[in-house]
C-alpha cells in the first residue's frame, strides 16, 4: 500500500500561482499512475489532471488546460500540480491519488491524499 499527502495549498488571489505537492511513502511510487481532483462545497468530485508512472503521458480537464501542469519526480517520491493564473472557481479542496492504472475516473484510484484547500480571493 502507498500513502499519500499533499501539502502546498493556501489562500492566493486570482491570477496568482500555487504548487501543490504530493508526497508518497510505503508501497513504490515509481510505477503508479498520479491523478490529481478537486472537490468544492456542493459539488461532485472533478477530475483536474493525469500522469503516467513515467510521466511520458498526461492529461488535463478542460478547464484547467494550459494553466495547470502536472508533473512528477519518482527519485523523489513526490508528484506535483503546477497552478497558473488561478480563478476563483478554481477553489476547492484538492486531492491526488494514485494507481497502477491510467485513468481519469476517480472511482478507479486505489490510494488517496486526504487533501489540501486551495482558495482564491477575487
Known amino acids: 500500500q502507498v500513502q499519500l499527502e499533499e501539502s502546498g495549498g493556501g489562500l492566493v488571489q486570482a491570477g496568482g500561482s500555487l504548487r501543490l505537492s504530493c508526497a508518497a511513502s510505503?508501497?513504490?511510487?515509481?510505477?503508479?499512475?498520479v491523478g490529481w481532483f478537486r472537490q468544492a462545497p456542493g459539488k461532485e468530485r472533478e477530475f483536474v489532471a493525469l500522469?503516467?508512472?513515467?510521466?511520458?503521458?498526461?492529461y488535463y480537464a478542460d478547464s484547467v488546460k494550459g494553466r495547470f501542469t502536472i508533473s512528477r519526480d519518482n527519485a523523489k517520491n513526490t508528484g506535483y500540480l503546477q497552478m497558473n493564473s488561478l480563478k476563483f472557481d478554481d477553489t476547492a479542496v484538492y486531492y491526488c491519488a494514485a494507481d497502477e492504472d491510467y485513468t481519469a475516473a476517480p472511482t478507479e484510484y486505489d490510494y488517496w491524499g486526504q487533501g489540501t484547500q486551495v482558495t482564491v480571493s477575487s
Open positions: 510505503g508501497r513504490t511510487f515509481s510505477r503508479y499512475a
Open positions: 500522469i503516467s508512472w513515467n510521466g511520458g503521458r498526461t
